[in-house]
């Protein structure tokens, strides 16, 4: 008797045993399950409310560096447009809150060469950041950024038009007009260059200009899009020969 005693004992302290392991496990398998539902929960407000983002801005260098072109965050998108800059070993893009990579997060390597690049950043909190920086890794140096807000719109020029006049011995005549997002060349003629380009400046510096377009040597009328362009930024229109680093013409905007 005392030998079956013994036994159930044994018995029922194993099933008791194993039945609070079972519990255990459940338990934590639940625990993990509740922790991965609030995540999910977690990231698909953020991108709900990443979905109702969309800011803009324009580069600008710092330093000696020369970077230009225009950052704008959309649809859970950053997007560099019409984008320029010095060349560095290793260039990355952050969202920065101020300007300051520390109080941000890296989005990925950028491309030197290419004008239009496309970044998805669904995962990232974009309420928190309100600056776009290009930083060097390497270098431990930011190289440019681009403030970034939701009123890009109600500052940028509208109605600006200037006459052009030659830039040294060069002959450029005609007008530029920037109306909404399209620069229009009117009654326009240049002296000939081997690669002529239309330019944004600030005060008819390209080093801080933007790019817009090759342009036609025999074409009296011409339009560029201006799209995603924060005209604000510039008051000068620039023709210039990048094969000979020289300004042809240039026309200062008014309202």
């Known amino acids: 008797m005392?030998?079956?005693?013994?036994?159930?004992?044994v018995a029922l302290g194993?099933?008791?045993v194993l039945g609070a392991c079972g519990n255990s496990d459940s338990s934590s398998s639940n625990d993990k399950m509740d922790t991965k539902t609030e995540m999910s929960s977690k990231q698909d407000k953020m991108m709900k409310a990443n979905e109702k983002v969309m800011l803009q801005g324009s580069f600008a260098g710092v330093g000696q560096?020369?970077?230009?072109?225009?950052a704008t965050i959309k649809d859970n998108k950053l997007v560099l447009s019409n984008f320029v800059t010095d060349e560095g070993p290793d260039l990355h893009v952050y969202l920065v809150k101020g300007d300051d990579v520390k109080n941000g997060v890296e989005v990925s390597a950028i491309d030197l060469k290419d004008k239009t690049q496309t970044f998805d950043v669904?995962?990232?909190?974009?309420?928190?950041?309100?600056?776009?920086?290009?930083?060097?890794?390497?270098?431990?140096?930011?190289?440019?950024?681009?403030?970034?807000?939701?009123?890009?719109?109600?500052?940028?020029?509208t109605m600006m038009t200037?006459?052009?006049a030659g830039v040294g011995t060069h002959n450029v005549s005609g007008m530029a007009t920037i109306d909404g997002s399209t620069l229009k060349l009117t009654n326009f003629k240049t002296?000939?260059?081997?690669?002529?380009?239309?330019?944004?400046t600030k005060d008819g510096d390209i080093s801080t200009g933007m790019e817009i377009d090759a342009i036609d040597l025999k074409a009296a009328e011409q339009s560029f899009d201006l799209k995603d362009t924060d005209t604000s930024a510039y008051n000068t229109v620039v023709i210039y020969c990048k094969k000979a680093h020289e300004a042809f013409g240039q026309a200062m905007l008014k309202g």
């Open 2 to 9: 005392k030998t079956k005693t013994l036994l159930v004992s």
């Open 14 to 16: 194993t099933t008791l």
């Open 65 to 70: 560096h020369k970077v230009s072109g225009m």
């Open 122 to 157: 669904s995962d990232k909190d974009l309420t928190k950041y309100d600056n776009v920086v290009i930083y060097c890794e390497k270098a431990h140096e930011t190289f440019g950024q681009a403030p970034v807000s939701e009123d890009m719109g109600d500052t940028a020029m």
């Open 162 to 164: 200037g006459a052009f």
């Open 191 to 200: 002296d000939e260059g081997p690669d002529l380009h239309v330019y944004l």
